[in-house]
């Protein structure tokens, strides 16, 4: 959830855009000249304030809230309009419970008012298909599986950027792909559907503070008409950016490019997920 950047009336929009870059990027951030006259509306505020909240207070959800974040869900953009996904909102006790335990252990999985599990639903498209005699073969192929997993993405990503509007935090679940079939027969999920992430959802615990984690610099990310690579000094900054966060959240301090090359190391480091393609197939993916 992002804190706004306190700016007066004289203050301008290029110092407050200066102001939030600085909290994006840390010390790896390019000294770019900024354009003067961008307006920095409350809505690019709060996408470069955003972060993971992963500790949640007592404080009870609105009653109608699952049905507007939904709504702010089906507003982002879905390929050929065939809408691949579903979402199961979870808020049981015992069967959240049971979700932390197949996402290795994480607390906030159980301890959030709320969880959604954004699924990629090509049962639906199926039954669809099925009914109208066509059968619907194209969906055996991974370009169907692709369109139903980037659906659910950015309609979850749409969802993020309404609750933190509301003043809600949430946190991305990808330990629900640990154990695929345990997490499908919890939710009750036909064949060809899967559980891409949870969604934790809940107001902020005050006394927990969460700072923005830095991200790569844009020379990193960006490139100009073609691909290049990463040069090591842009990649010697960011490290530098995430040893200064790793000291404000009082956690140990790695570079990210020891974290990220340990992430990658093997299949062991994946967390079940190195078996990901035979569970999709045990889940009714044809993926030709």
Known sequence: MS??????EATSDATALDSLLRHRYGESRTQEKQAADLPVSDFIESLLGHRSVRAYSDRALPDDILHTIIAAAQSASSSSN????????VQDSARKERLAAYAGNQKHV???????????????????SVAAGTKGDALDYLESFLVAVIDAALAAQNAVVALESLGLGSCYIGAMRNKPEDVARELALPAEAFAVFGLTIGYPAAEVKTDIKPRLPQDVIVHLEQYQQ???ESLARYDTSIHAFQRLQHMPEQDWTELASR?????ESLSGRDRLVSALQALGFGLK
């Not at 159980?110 to 669809?128: M, N």
């Not at 992430?263 to 299949?267: F, M």
């Open 3 to 8: 804190e706004p950047v306190e700016r007066s």
């Open 82 to 89: 065939l809408q691949a996904w579903s979402v199961v909102a």
């Open 110 to 128: 159980s301890s959030a008012p709320l969880l959604l599990v954004f699924i990629a639903d090509l049962y639906r498209l199926r039954s669809v």
């Open 230 to 232: 990463a040069s090591p």
């Open 263 to 267: 992430r990658l190391r093997g299949p």
